[in-house]
């Protein structure tokens, strides 16, 4: 590989550049906005007051569509979940699951899936 290709990949890597534009392509394709620069901007400015703690992140999924998820992995309606299914839902939403210290015997309630979507999400934005 050549030096300048690594130094790409090295400058893309530390500043975390590909899960950034992860998440704006998906938000971009949730909400589907008429102008779709503009919506951009209005998003980068939402990360910016978050990281001042002037304003909220902007987050791909509601309540309701956490709860929905937690529904659809929850198929015999026991009220939770297995680790594994928990994540493979984050890495569906493009959300890192490096830190996860979870034993394979641990059930996975809906109020611990909210917290930690909510978490991951918040964590995403600190590119």
């Not at 569906?92 to 979870?102: A, C, F, I, K, V």
């Amino acid at each position: 590989m050549a030096a300048g290709e690594e130094q790409s990949r090295e400058y893309l890597r530390r500043h975390r550049l590909p899960e950034l534009l992860h998440r704006l392509g998906a938000l971009l394709l949730f909400h589907r906005p008429e102008r779709p620069r503009e919506f951009l901007i209005q998003v980068l400015e939402r990360v910016k007051a978050g990281r001042r703690a002037e304003g909220e992140y902007p987050f791909l999924m509601d309540e309701a569509n956490v709860d929905a998820m937690f529904s659809l992995l929850d198929v015999l309606g026991q009220g939770h979940i297995r680790p594994a299914q928990y994540r493979e839902a984050l890495k569906t939403l493009g959300l890192s699951t490096e830190d996860l210290e979870l034993e394979d015997d641990v059930n996975i309630t809906l109020d611990v899936f909210k917290e930690g979507m909510k978490k991951k999400m918040l964590e995403s934005w600190s590119v």
